[in-house]
């Protein structure tokens, strides 16, 4: 019922900019709290940003405060996160997620539909 698909990944070099998007498919998208995740080689999935599902909160790792942000557009059902001032250490592949509960929730296990993922990858 559930599909995700993240586009807009790419190389960029250290301080460039790249726009993420999450397109998501079915009826619901407006009812379901969203978030970014990342996945760099050799460690474990980890939060990025979440979005609560109008829009009214946004959470942000450290690591990504005040050079990302996260936003959507209920009427196109899509999820969106900019990446700005970017760092070799953000190079991964980032994925987005769908959540059945309340807020903006941090942690892996409370989102249970996952995109495919798009990469980054940041060079200096």
């Known amino acids: 019922q559930v599909q995700l698909v993240e586009s807009g990944g790419g190389l960029v070099q250290a301080g460039g900019s790249l726009r993420l998007s999450c397109a998501a498919s079915g009826r619901t998208f407006s009812s379901h709290a969203m978030g970014w995740f990342r996945q760099a080689p050799g460690k474990e999935r980890e939060f990025v940003a979440a979005i609560s599902r109008s829009g009214d909160n946004t959470v942000y790792a450290d690591s990504v405060k005040g050079r990302f942000t996260i936003s959507r557009d209920n009427a196109k059902n899509t999820l969106y996160l900019q990446l700005n001032s970017l760092k070799p250490e953000d190079t991964a592949v980032y994925y987005c997620?769908?959540?059945?509960?309340?807020?903006?929730?941090?942690?892996?296990?409370?989102?249970?539909?996952w995109g495919q993922g798009t990469q980054v990858t940041v060079s200096s």
């Open positions: 997620a769908r959540s059945d509960y309340e807020g903006s929730p941090r942690v892996k296990v409370l989102y249970n539909y």
